[in-house]
T-cell receptor, first 113, second 114 residues
C-alpha cells in the first residue's frame, strides 16, 4: 500500500514554461513533506520542504503547495530550465520520534529546449 | 567539506552469496540511513544508525543488517542474496537524524544479483 503516490512517471515541459509535479498521500498523520531531485548516477539532493502548518513555501524558482484536505502537494518550477531535467521524489515524514521518510516512486521531468 | 561516499559503486553477485556495502558520512554527521531504490518503487527505508545504535528499522527481512562504527562510518550487509535484491542502495547522512534536518545522500551502490 503506497502511502505516497506520484502518479506521473514522467513529464515533458518546454523550457521557460511552468513545470508542475504532483504528489498525493493517504496518511493524515504526515506532518512534513520534502522534495528531492535526483540526477543519474547521483544520490537525491534536497530541494524544498513544507510543514503541515503551512500551505505554501517558496524558494527561488521552486514553490511547493500543500492542500491538506485533499492530501495533495505539488511542486512548481518557474521558469523551467534544461538543468531541471531530473527525477523528482516527494517524501513525507511519519511520526516524531521513530522517524521514517516515506517516498513516492518519482517523476522524471524532461525539459525540452 | 567532502560529501557522502559509498563503496563500491557497482557490484555483481550471484544468488545465495552475501554482500557488504560501505558508507562514509559527511564529517560531523552522526546519523546514517540506508535506502533501497528499485524502479517504480521509489526509495524504501532500510534502517537508521545513530552513535553506533540502530535507532529505526524499515520492513525488510532479517537478511538485511547493518552496523555503525565509532567514526560514524556504516556498513550494510545482505546475506543469502535473492534476484529481487538487485537495486540501487543509497545511504544518507545527517547531523542528528532525518527528523531534525535534511539528509545528504551518497551516489549509491548498484547491486546486481544474477
Amino acid at each position: 500500500d503506497q502511502q505516497v503516490k506520484q502518479n506521473s512517471p514522467s513529464l515533458s515541459v518546454q523550457e521557460g514554461r511552468i513545470s508542475i509535479l504532483n504528489c498525493d498521500y493517504t496518511n493524515s498523520m504526515f506532518d512534513y513533506f520534502l522534495w528531492y531531485k535526483k540526477y543519474p548516477a547521483e544520490g537525491p539532493t534536497f530541494l524544498i520542504s513544507i510543514s503541515s502548518i503551512k500551505d505554501k513555501n517558496e524558494d527561488g524558482r521552486f514553490t511547493v503547495f500543500l492542500n491538506k484536505s485533499a492530501k495533495h502537494l505539488s511542486l512548481h518550477i518557474v521558469p523551467s530550465q534544461p538543468g531541471d531535467s531530473a527525477v523528482y521524489f516527494c517524501a513525507a515524514k511519519v511520526g516524531s520520534s521513530n522517524y521514517q521518510l516515506i517516498w513516492g516512486a518519482g517523476t522524471k521531468l524532461i525539459i525540452k529546449p | 567539506k567532502a560529501g557522502v561516499t559509498q563503496t563500491p559503486r557497482y557490484l555483481i553477485k550471484t544468488r545465495g552469496q552475501q554482500v557488504t556495502l560501505s558508507c562514509s558520512p559527511i564529517s560531523g554527521h552522526r546519523s546514517v540511513s540506508w535506502y533501497q531504490q528499485t524502479p517504480g518503487q521509489g526509495l524504501q527505508f532500510l534502517f537508521e544508525y545513530f552513535s553506533e545504535t540502530q535507532r529505526n528499522k524499515g520492513n525488510f527481512p532479517g537478511r538485511f543488517s547493518g552496523r555503525q562504527f565509532s567514526n560514524s562510518r556504516s556498513e550494510m550487509n545482505v546475506s543469502t542474496l535473492e534476484l529481487g535484491d538487485s537495486a540501487l542502495y543509497l545511504c544518507a547522512s545527517s547531523l542528528s537524524g532525518p527528523q531534525a534536518d535534511t539528509q545528504y545522500f551518497g551516489p549509491g551502490t548498484r547491486l546486481t544479483v544474477l
